[in-house]
């Protein structure tokens, strides 16, 4: 699999060593233990504990050999480049491709031997830089005196969480996503999960484009818990823009929760509520929107909606009130009888709700003929919360259970009035969060430890299945080189065996080719095939 890289190595006459040789556990690893703190991977972490131990032993040099489009590889190897250039290291880095021929790989490792006897020699090129290895995040305190910026993962709902940073008194910014920027963005791109590259390029032109002061402003990423690299966001983030320069070094970068825990108990039941309302106002959009009689009038009401609601969780107004506000708006609406097949969407949340990196996905699948089924984020949040307190339980995180477990008291007498509204439009009950995810579990051969996006997919599919069982399709969703997209996808065929119902994956690679022409055929012809027991 490697070629013979190390007998290469020893051809030439050089000692060769592999990583879990070197006694690096015994070194001091405070540079980097903030970063291995935030480093799900057991290989990744022992990588660049090997890495450091390298950059401080004299006369040692590594070669990192990686595998071609390994995702976790694209981040170590970010950080792995941060050391040996503080150090001011020579190092080699090989990818395996099963394309290159064994002289390409000794070209670049004679010229590689070359440069690390060139540095051993010459104690000028030993410097050490001051630039720090890992990330110090921003307190909660400091950023209610600067800018914060945070990502359009979706439209409405950001929109209205911006609302809900601004009644806590932070000056927070939704950031849109454009074409410019996600040409912009894919430069900096070399094997990661593309959001972090878009997210990243969005702050810097949105601070130039607004003339803010990077020292004064501060970028927002979630903080995660799955087994996914959005944990390695934040310090990716920060990479970039100190490789951007321009004063883009100076911009702090804020490490919160998606439900805004560590702000306020209160701020929690708030973006709650502002991804439920966001969620509805998109599920209802999508309910009449296909039967509009006058086309584009519902999303000028969605516009509207929006306004009105974002005014609301300024604080000040009854949530009841405007909410039948809106609701009349939507029942205004002329429509037109009719009866299309139904689409569900599903995958990862920044491809899946993001209008512009999805290409307009359900203003697509409308006019393929297609009528789109969504899940407001906080019912997707209710239905995988039991495996997520099973498997906190489990692993004593007791704090994380009793505060999912309060929250979801809280907001569950509070939203009954909401959806008494939503319904009055949608006349559907809400989405169960009762399901059995034990018997999803076993079907597919998982446990409460495979936690993350993709099995949080089979549990959203089950519950659609249970909630439309006349589901024609369902379309998943990825960015470029999303690991838990890749391994979704690998299942797809087990789940239409489960299911009886197609799936159609959708990767966005942010290049500007129609995507979401593949759905086209599968909703003008749409077919069906018996599901398994579950489901009939």
């Known amino acids: 699999m490697n070629k013979g890289i190390p007998d290469i190595f020893s051809g030439l006459g050089i000692k060769t060593f592999y990583q879990d040789m070197l006694p690096a556990e015994q070194k001091d690893l405070s540079e980097i233990e903030p970063l291995l703190k935030r480093i799900h991977w057991t290989y990744a972490s022992r990588i660049l504990t090997a890495a450091l131990y390298i950059a401080h032993t004299p006369g040692l040099y590594p070669v990192y050999v990686t595998s071609?489009?390994?995702?976790?590889?694209?981040?170590?190897?970010?950080?792995?480049?941060r050391i040996m250039d503080k150090y001011n290291k020579p190092y080699l880095i090989l990818e395996l491709d099963e394309h290159d021929s064994n002289v390409g790989y000794e070209t670049r490792i004679e010229a590689a031997v070359r440069s690390f006897n060139n540095h051993h020699r010459n104690k000028d090129l030993r410097l050490v830089s001051s630039r720090l290895l890992p990330l110090n995040s921003?307190?909660?305190?400091?950023?209610?005196?600067?800018?914060?910026?945070?990502?359009?993962?979706?439209p409405i709902n950001s929109k209205l969480l911006e609302a809900v940073f601004l009644k806590e008194g932070v000056d927070a910014r939704m950031v849109p996503l454009t074409e410019k920027v996600i040409q912009h963005g894919l430069r900096t791109n070399t094997g990661q999960c593309l959001p972090v590259n878009l997210i990243a390029q969005s702050y810097m032109d949105y601070i130039e484009d607004n003339l803010l002061d990077p020292a004064q402003t501060v970028g927002w990423i979630f903080d995660s818990h799955v087994a996914c690299n959005i944990r390695l966001y934040p310090e990716f983030i920060k990479g970039i823009m100190e490789a951007a320069g321009h004063g883009m070094e100076h911009v702090d970068v804020y490490i919160g929760s998606i439900s805004l825990s560590e702000i306020s108990m209160q701020a929690s039941i708030e973006a709650?509520?502002?991804?439920?309302?966001?969620?509805?106002?998109?599920?209802?959009?999508?309910?009449?929107?296909?039967?509009?009689?006058?086309?584009g009038v519902t999303d000028k009401v969605i516009a509207q909606s929006l306004t009105i609601l974002y005014n609301t969780l300024l604080g000040g107004r009854s949530k009841d009130d405007d909410l039948t506000k809106v609701m009349n708006l939507f029942k205004k609406i002329e429509t037109v009888p009719g009866h299309r097949p139904k689409v569900a969407i599903f995958g990862d949340m920044y491809a899946r709700d993001n209008d512009v990196f999805n290409q307009d996905l359900i203003h697509c699948i409308e006019e393929y003929g297609g009528e789109v089924i969504t899940t407001p984020f906080n019912e997707f949040a209710k239905l995988i919360a039991s495996p997520y307190m099973r498997r906190w339980f489990l692993e004593?995180?007791?704090?994380?259970?009793?505060?999912?477990?309060?929250?979801?008291?809280?907001?569950?007498?509070?939203?009954?009035s909401y959806y008494k509204i939503f319904n009055e439009v949608l006349k559907?009950?809400?989405?169960?969060?009762?399901?059995?995810?034990?018997?999803?579990?076993d079907h597919f051969d998982v446990t409460v430890q495979h936690f993350g996006e993709s099995t949080d997919n089979l549990l959203k599919i089950s519950a659609l299945m249970q909630h439309y069982p006349d589901i024609s399709l369902f379309v998943q969703t990825n960015p470029a080189f999303c690991c838990a997209g890749l391994v979704t996808e690998a299942m797809a065929a087990r789940i239409e065996e489960y299911t009886g119902v197609p799936i159609v994956t959708l990767n966005y690679d942010g290049t500007g080719k129609n995507i979401n022409s593949k759905v086209s055929p599968y909703i003008k012809f749409p077919r069906r095939k018996a599901a398994t027991a579950v489901f009939r």
């Not at 071609?68 to 480049?81: I, R």
């Not at 809400?430 to 999803?440: A, N, P, R």
């Open 68 to 81: 071609f489009k390994c995702n976790p590889d694209s981040f170590t190897l970010e950080y792995f480049k």
């Open 138 to 154: 921003t307190s909660v305190s400091k950023i209610k005196d600067k800018t914060l910026l945070f990502p359009c993962f979706d």
């Open 272 to 295: 709650y509520f502002a991804h439920m309302f966001g969620g509805m106002l998109r599920k209802v959009g999508c309910k009449i929107r296909p039967y509009e009689k006058e086309k």
């Open 396 to 416: 004593g995180e007791f704090m994380d259970v009793i505060f999912t477990k309060t929250l979801i008291a809280l907001v569950n007498q509070l939203e009954k």
């Open 428 to 441: 559907e009950p809400t989405l169960g969060s009762d399901i059995d995810y034990k018997k999803i579990y």
